[in-house]
């Protein structure tokens, strides 16, 4: 059977009611296909292109994104918040504002994952408000790019953590093996997570509950100083803050950083069960979690240790087991450290996964639609997972682990994310004007988007002032998606003959389909 397309790895096909076009499959009927005269065995698929399986629960929703929210952020960010601000008040002031703007941008994804339900998350609000260029750019920059260095970062903060364990960290072939052990923890869970969604979800609830186990010791910790010594850490809590607008940005990003994975559960919405009541409930409960969790888990760290000891280069999770141990000598004192120091590890160990699992749904269904080659859109057919997108991402990742730097990745993350994001948020009251006979299963107060839209704002604007060169290096990255977009997605005609094949072999290999 002839595939008679003239570009079969990037046909778009006619639109839906959503405004998000749907592909078709690539090969069809019998089982061989033929590619410019070429005979090669591929296996048959529907009319329709493979959707995944609708099997998350708003149990599975709040665990996915409280596993990927609470990663490396909270044992790593305090005291970079700390070093910015330079007290202990304005810190906690950032924590709460960036939990109200998390707050605002999750209440405003609720509107747009009730209206597009599909998986892709910020990719189909970018397409539907603003058309196939951006969707593009997006992909490029973000689904590429940004989760990319996402991943790599939070594997490179669990390698960290997991070697500091064996290893000194002064040596010289540290750096090696955190980067060679960050590249492993990768491996392992594209591999657990393309042998089966549910399979990644309940390994994903095991890490949840560890994790949560940790932050429990923690903030029992805080209170049983407070209540044995007392709070003296928080007096003049206003003394020394920092005026600056750069270091305030930076302590946005480094605080906004603890909070991401709130908007994993719209990347996801197509394999959710009832998507328009799970999604927000799921994305409301989540963030209100977090709040808590964060501005009482801040409040132990500051009356543990001092400003000075937050804001120094030493794991500040670690540093807390040993000084609340240390009284009873110095292998309390090692065992304390080493507890928060797996803690740490297994808590970020757990983020990656649910980082992975999310990001890897971008590039498949950008695939499915015609913007990505559409061998990524392959699902394995026995286990049904998005092993190719799977794959597709944990490559990038791997890759961004060897050259990136974790603080550099989180500021570079955090402005390509809110970029972004800003372009949707400002996309709900646009599509209130051009979409009013949408339906629309919730309808966020137009408050939410507004102060959303406000904050992505100032914290892209930001950084182009403090550091205009590296800001600009990012623009013209962005800018090359514009060539890649009408010379293999816009022309049908560009697309070479390799990725036909490449689909119909990976089919083949991986016994995935369309």
């Given amino acids: ?126 397409k539907a408000a603003y058309g196939r260029l951006p ?73 949840t509950l560890l994790k949560l186990l940790a932050l429990g010791v923690l903030v029992g910790m805080g209170f049983y100083k407070i209540c044995a010594d007392g709070a003296s850490n928080l007096d003049n809590a206003m003394e020394g803050t920092v005026v600056d607008i750069g270091a305030w940005t930076d302590a946005f990003f480094a605080s906004l950083w603890s909070y991401n994975g709130w908007n994993c559960i719209n990347m996801m919405a197509g394999e959710i069960k009832n998507p328009s009541k799970t999604v927000p409930r799921a994305l409301v409960l989540t963030n209100v979690i977090m709040i808590t969790i964060y501005l009482i888990a801040n ?99 791997t890759i961004w682990c060897w050259p990136g730097d974790i603080s550099q990745l989180i500021r570079y993350v955090g402005f390509l994310s809110w970029a972004w994001w800003g372009l949707c948020f400002a996309a709900v009251p646009g599509m209130r004007l051009t979409k009013p006979d949408h339906p629309r299963a919730f309808r966020v107060f137009l408050l939410f988007p507004a102060i959303a839209c406000i904050f992505s704002l100032y914290l892209v604007v930001s950084p182009f002032i403090a550091t205009p060169l590296n800001c600009s290096i990012w623009l013209g990255v962005m800018l090359v998606g514009i060539p890649l977009y009408y010379g293999f997605v816009d022309q049908e005609d560009k697309c070479s003959r390799w990725m036909e094949i490449a689909l119909v072999k990976a089919s083949k290999v991986l016994r995935a389909d369309l």
């Fill in 299 to 397: 409040v132990s760290y500051h009356v543990i240790l001092t400003n000075e000891e937050l804001a120094s280069n030493q794991p500040i999770a670690m540093l807390v087991g040993a000084k609340m141990l240390e009284k009873h000598g110095s292998t309390w004192a090692n065992i304390g450290r080493g507890f928060f120091g797996l803690s740490v590890a297994i808590s970020t160990f757990g983020a990656l996964s649910s980082s992975l699992m999310g990001s890897s749904r971008l590039p498949f269904i950008a695939a499915q639609e015609g913007m990505f080659p559409r061998v990524i859109a392959l699902i394995q057919r026995k286990n049904q997972t998005p092993i190719v997108g799977l794959l597709f991402m944990g490559v990038f990742a």
């Fill in 1 to 126: 059977v002839s595939l008679g397309l003239s570009n079969p790895a990037f046909k778009p096909q006619s639109s839906d009611n959503d405004g998000i076009r749907d592909s078709s499959p690539i090969v069809q009927g019998d089982r061989t296909a033929s590619i410019n005269q070429l005979e090669i065995e591929a296996p048959g698929t529907t009319e329709e292109p493979t959707e995944l399986k609708a099997s998350l629960n708003l149990l599975h929703a709040v665990s996915l994104a409280v596993g990927q929210t609470i990663g490396s952020g909270i044992f790593v960010s305090p005291n970079i918040v700390v070093k910015e601000v330079g007290s202990v008040g304005m810190s906690l002031i950032i924590w709460t504002l960036s939990g109200i703007l998390s707050l605002c941008g999750a209440l405003t994804f609720c509107e747009l994952g009730t209206m597009f339900k599909r998986s892709g998350g910020e990719y189909q609000y970018v």
């Fill in 135 to 207: 969707s593009f750019l997006y992909l490029w920059v973000c689904g590429i790019i940004r989760n990319g260095m996402g991943c790599a970062a939070i594997s490179l903060t669990f390698a960290k953590y997991f070697c500091d364990l064996f290893l000194d960290s002064e040596s010289s072939e540290f750096q090696y093996y955190q980067k060679l052990t960050a590249s492993l923890a990768i491996v392992i869970i594209v591999i657990v997570n393309s042998y089966s969604t549910k399979f990644g979800i309940y390994m994903q609830n095991v890490f």
